[in-house]
């Protein structure tokens, strides 16, 4: 078979190079925006369909028989054992305003389990790979292993979340409780956060409400740093829901002992 | 004199190159973090002041009879008509997390008014500058105009600030408020929103208890772009405060109104 003979790292590179050349000419233009939610906002521009279009080609140039995911246009081959998923441009909001923190996301599910994933934000030109064997950031040519933080208490911990108006009710006081014990908190982050629990440059991401493709990308790189990725209900975080990622298994306990109440 | 010998603009340049090649090494590294507040949480770090020091070097040897009002190492020269505005780090808590979205602030006062400004973020590469004649942002060698949106209405605004918790008592009820009557709200942007004002990507930044050190350099990228800049007390934005910055005068009015109930 034609994907046995190149490391999948080598494609996760591929990957994020044609979702550069794909969303980057259209970041930081005057895009045309469409509304898919009429209560909400929520963009969709060309630089997702392009994208989430230019990576279902190279999966399926790659590894035919896998199934794929994307944000954009669903699913295929839902029963195959190896299935991909893709959010082409994850925060849009982030793209739509200038800001280099959105970001490609690319997974690869065996059995349902998250065993591979890439970010790619090809602004800052910056790449993040684990693959089951090497889990490292490239930037300007030069890699670096991913490694978390190995932060256990909340006191020592750098918190962060997309935005505090997306915790609802009884998880928002408990969101704000989480707040006043963490060493810093910060909003405002989409998927770069999880990205660097895995780098190690932040501890802990809580992020309500998420789809399985604004998470299964991110649960290898946090996971093959050293780090873990759960859901306040306790259900597989491939599947989405709302999502706590951590650089140790104490600091997730001591966050979810807040979260839960 | 030396500096009249060479274009504001490419003095910004230079400006930038020292203050990447100071400032990168310690990004994205584990850093020394000392504490300036007893009470809360403000890093200085390495990069703070090397950055500073080889930014008020070139200033020094460029214009030896300006004066400088760096965060790091205070004031020289206060009495000389210009005045060179210098914040090494904005955006330090973005800084030891990771984030591209701090960025090297340095402005030129005239007489108290902020005539040439530049922000610099090296881990994207990218540099805003504007002397007084030429208004662009620069990214792998490309410029462009900075161009402010031309948005006047707070229903079609992109609104952002740094953190709802820096907005206290009255003002925070009245931010809350016109978080409901934009478009878009997003936090944790630091400097970067309003260069993001200046490129056209944002309409609206609000950030409360702002020193000049954080908006000196800002200015000039803003209303040579079109924009303006504003206190909710009225009086210069230059002098620091609760700062407000938007497109256009007729959005910068109404969001006034919003805030000053």
């Known amino acids: 078979m034609k994907n046995m003979a190149r490391p ?8 994020a ?3 550069a050349a794909a969303s980057l000419p259209h970041f930081r233009t005057v895009l045309s925006v469409s509304n898919k939610l009429a209560e909400g906002f929520d963009p ?3 630089a997702d369909t392009a994208t989430e279009r230019a990576i279902r080609a190279l999966i399926e140039s790659e590894f035919p028989e896998d199934g794929i995911l994307g944000e954009e246009f669903g699913m295929v081959r839902a029963d195959a054992p190896y299935r991909w998923v893709i959010d082409p441009i994850d925060g849009t909001r982030a793209f739509i305003s200038g800001l280099p923190v959105w970001g490609t996301l690319v997974g690869r599910l065996d059995r349902g389990k998250a065993v591979a994933g890439m970010m790619a934000q090809p602004f800052t030109g910056e790449v993040f790979i684990a693959d089951g064997t090497r889990a490292e950031r490239i930037w300007r040519g030069v890699s670096a ?5 190995g932060c256990k208490r909340l006191s ?3 918190l962060f979340t997309t935005s505090p108006h997306l915790f609802q009710g009884e998880l928002r006081k408990r969101f704000d409780a989480l707040e006043t014990q963490v060493r810093l908190f910060r909003y405002g982050t989409d998927c770069y ?5 895995a780098a190690g440059f932040a501890d802990l991401v809580i992020d309500p409400g998420l789809k399985p493709y604004d998470i299964v990308g991110l649960i290898p790189l946090i996971e093959q740093a050293g780090g873990v990725v759960a859901t306040l209900a306790g259900g597989p975080p491939e599947e989405g829901g709302d999502i706590i990622a951590a650089a140790t298994p104490e600091l997730l ?3 979810m002992a807040v979260m839960k109440g």
């Open 145 to 149: 292993p991913l490694k978390a933080s």
């Open 156 to 158: 020592e911990a750098k």
């Open 17 to 19: 190079d044609a979702a």
């Open 8 to 15: 999948l790292f080598d494609v996760f590179l591929d990957i």
């Open 253 to 255: 306990n001591a966050a």
């Open 193 to 197: 956060a999880f990205a660097m629990v």
């Open 44 to 46: 969709v521009t060309e």
